[in-house]
């Protein structure tokens, strides 16, 4: 059994690419001419002000919303481009965690899960069940939840199966958009250290957009800043010493303060 | 993958969800005379995902049976195993009697069935408690809501309402022509248009058209509502979501179906007299005497009576419907189709008490 080609691959094409982005709804600009390059195996976190385009952003990149300009590639791929199986072929490495679960509310969380993997492979169903079981406890549900209605769940529990469901697959990418808002600090470190991990041994890419400070000091490698309809990139120490005035306040103001007190002591 | 005789299995290569069709081939092809697995060197795998560490664990015997793993395989397998563990902890749901459960379903039914026809009598009651106090003090109505569900209800639904009037009353005159003709009474048609249309047809229609569109748009809007948690938030800042929500669409409803009625009636009339002319050559001179002599002002109004009770049963319903809805979105389909069927239906049963009461009356 010799390697498949697929990992050969892993450190020497960035996993998204973005360039030239430009999006407007109306009068409203957007994303003006943005560039973004994320890594294979790289934990990237995205911040911003309210309305400026995180989550416009993530939509974009993932194909659900057409830029007006701007070559955005996945592991390579054009997904704009593709059709048909292409297309699928692309999206079964890539696994979305949408801001609040977006979990399919007439399938139980365990069939939410399966679902995915019944349209991406051909295994039987006890292996898919099982697969889909396991995902569950991964991200911390206890078991009696599978066979659950998404509206049985409480707000946090949704996102964790939403967050299975992203998993599913064994994603290459993940886009996380806003994992941990809404979650208890607990369940928030617990979700870090589960994104770290599976980071480690899967080689995962995750796109995180997030407003949780412990989350981009503990488990971001790099941060991208959305300001002025573009973005900002660079670690945790060299945006602290960005003097763009969001930016100062951001990590400056008094919220940020007392997270890196609390980290440093 | 190289199964040697001790029973130590080399697994190498990539172990993720999309090679788990060609590992399962792999291994039902090792060799069976090796004896059974024993151990499992992983120190040749490249990639090994949750998919692959389940298959891993699957065919050692046992998880400390796996050596030789790379550091960073570790943390996906211990999280496998930590997941068997508890899906195997958790007992599997025995499958139910079915019996048992069919008779459970039917008790279900019929309980639910009573309990719905006492929260709907509730629902009125608190329906007119509401419009009881909003009518005391009038300017208390949601005038701007009330205008926008009038516009909605009543003035978007002419075009849909007036075809469909054209095409009973010329439904209406095509029977009429083929039965009387072999009386030679053809003109006897018109009176068959005049009585179904505006003591019948006209407002039945209307009313069955207005459930279907605007009956399942309240549903639609309050169910929608509910699931976004906007009527607790009504609530909870102090507004009532009767007053807020029903009343408005209520009395709205109530304006725009006799006005829709009048409208259906004339249409429908307008339907029957070109019918009349083009098929029987009653000229429409003709046709209106005939049609003052067939009917008089009670079968008007006897249509038109109808239509605020049509209106408040539609109106009643659709909003009931609309607040029963629980959770998700499918919730908000599943009691929108209740509403049209229950409304239609409302407005049949309570077009068969008229006419029965009316018989009674001798009108």
Request: aromatic share 4%; glycine share 10%.
């Amino acid at each position: 059994m010799i390697s498949s080609p697929e990992n050969d691959a892993i450190h020497t094409t960035p996993a998204i690419t973005v360039h030239g982005l430009v999006n407007r709804f109306g009068a409203q600009w957007i994303h003006d001419d943005l560039d973004l390059e994320v890594m294979r195996g790289e934990i990237l976190g995205v911040i911003g002000g309210s309305g400026t385009g995180k989550s416009v952003l993530l939509r974009t990149i993932v194909g659900l919303n057409r830029p007006l300009q701007g070559d955005i590639r996945i592991l390579g791929e054009r997904l704009s481009a593709l059709r048909g199986s292409a297309r699928k072929a692309v999206l079964a490495r890539v696994g979305v965690l949408f801001q609040s679960g977006a979990l399919f509310s007439g399938l139980t969380v365990v069939e939410n899960i399966a679902l995915v993997l019944k349209s991406h492979t051909s295994l039987r169903p006890e292996r898919i069940d099982l697969l889909a079981r396991q995902k569950i406890d991964m991200v911390g549900l206890p078991q009696d939840a599978a066979e659950k209605l998404p509206t049985k769940l409480s707000g946090g529990m949704r996102k964790r199966a939403g967050l299975a469901r992203a998993l599913a697959l064994d994603p290459e990418i993940v886009f996380l958009d806003e994992p941990t808002a809404g979650l208890d600090p607990i369940g928030a470190s617990d979700f870090d250290s589960l994104i770290l991990e599976l980071q480690q041994s899967l080689k995962l890419t995750v796109f995180m957009v997030t407003h949780d400070l412990d989350s981009l000091v503990a488990i971001t490698d790099r941060i991208a800043v959305l300001v002025d309809n573009k973005i900002r990139i660079g670690s945790l120490e060299e945006l602290l010493n960005d003097p763009h005035p969001w930016i100062q306040e951001y990590f400056h103001g008094p919220r940020a303060r007392a997270t890196r007190h609390a980290i440093a002591g | 993958m190289e199964l040697s005789e001790g029973g130590l299995l080399v697994v190498g290569g990539g172990w993720r969800l999309v090679h788990i069709p060609r590992l399962n081939r792999e291994l039902e092809r090792q060799p069976q005379n090796a004896g059974a697995i024993r151990q499992v060197d992983g120190s040749r795998l490249t990639a090994l995902d949750s998919a692959g560490a389940q298959l891993l664990l699957q065919v050692a015997p046992a998880p400390d049976a796996i050596f030789g793993l790379a550091d960073r395989f570790r943390g996906v397998l211990q999280r496998v195993i930590d997941a068997k563990d508890a899906i195997d902890r958790t007992p599997k749901p025995r499958p139910a009697n079915s019996l048992l459960t069919r008779l459970e379903h039917i008790g279900r039914q019929t309980s639910d069935g009573g309990l719905k026809i006492y929260e709907m009598l509730g629902f009125v009651g608190l329906c007119v408690v509401t419009t009881g106090k909003i009518l005391i003090r009038p300017w208390t109505l949601d005038l701007r809501a009330t205008a926008h569900h009038l516009e909605n209800t009543g003035l978007k639904a002419l075009p849909i309402i007036g075809l469909l009037s054209f095409m009973i009353g010329v439904v209406v005159a095509f029977m009429g022509a083929l039965q009387l003709r072999k009386f030679s009474a053809e003109i006897f048609t018109v009176d068959l248009i005049g009585v179904s249309v505006l003591r019948e047809l006209g407002v039945m229609f209307a009313a069955i058209m207005v459930a279907g569109r605007s009956g399942s748009a309240f549903t639609a809007q309050i169910g929608t509502m509910q699931t976004n948690e906007e009527i607790d938030a009504m609530r909870a800042i102090g507004l009532d979501p009767i007053g807020v929500l029903v009343v408005p669409r209520v009395v709205a409803l109530v304006i725009a179906l006799p006005l829709l009625t009048i409208y259906a009636n004339l249409v429908g009339l307008a339907g029957g007299a070109v019918i009349s002319l083009a098929v029987l050559e009653i000229s429409l001179t003709t046709f209106l005497e005939q049609l003052s002599g067939a009917v008089g002002l009670p079968t008007l109004m006897i249509g038109l009576s109808k239509a605020p009770i049509f209106a408040m049963a539609i109106a009643i319903i659709g909003c009931f419907e609309g607040f029963k809805v629980r959770g998700s979105a499918a919730s908000v389909g599943r009691h929108t189709t209740t509403s049209v069927v229950e409304s239609i239906f409302a407005v049949i049963l309570i077009d068969a008490a008229f006419a029965m009461a009316l018989s009674w009356m001798d009108i």
